[in-house]
């Protein structure tokens, strides 16, 4: 089989456990618009937002603490079929009730979880060990301009 690409724009609820730190996430996707958005609640603690431009800019920042990080990586976002190529068929699983078409991407960076029956993605392990599980998927679900503009602060090289 084939993994199924993304649809160009979506919203996805995450649920993430990293090494037992919990959190959930709301991915934004928006592919014609250059932009993802990782809004990261962590357990009865802060809220991280992780916004990418696809020009590699990566922006991490806390409302409540005031603090930004802006970070730069060559791949910037991936592209609704980043899966289709170079990745290795590994088999089926059943994941959380879910029979899966499994596959593996760079050398095992992360192991791909997709629904045999509805072609979404249920769940994705990175090689860290970190574990997101896809709790809803709204294909075609955009999220409004104006929240995906980062912080003034993130453009202030003195305090970034």
Not at 72 to 95: M, Q, R
Not at 126 to 150: H, I, N, R
Request: include cysteine; charge should be negative.
């Amino acid at each position: 089989p084939t993994p199924t690409p993304w649809p160009e724009q979506f919203h996805a609820l995450l649920f993430q456990n990293s090494s037992g730190k919990l959190s959930t996430i709301d991915l934004w996707y928006d592919f014609p618009n250059g932009r993802n958005f990782n809004i990261i609640h962590h357990q009865l603690g802060s809220t991280l937002y992780d916004l990418e431009w696809t020009n590699g800019t990566s922006f991490y920042y806390d409302l409540d603490a005031g603090s930004c990080k802006t970070m730069h990586f060559p791949v910037g976002i991936l592209s609704p079929d980043w899966l289709v190529s170079n990745s290795t068929y590994i088999g089926v699983e059943k994941v959380g009730g879910f029979t899966c078409n499994v596959w593996s991407k760079a050398d095992g960076f992360i192991v791909y979880y997709e629904d045999v029956e509805t072609k979404r993605p249920v769940h994705w392990l990175f090689f860290t060990g970190m574990s997101q599980y896809v709790m809803t998927f709204e294909p075609g679900k955009v999220l409004e301009d104006e929240a995906w503009q980062a912080p003034w602060y993130c453009f202030d090289r003195e305090e970034n």
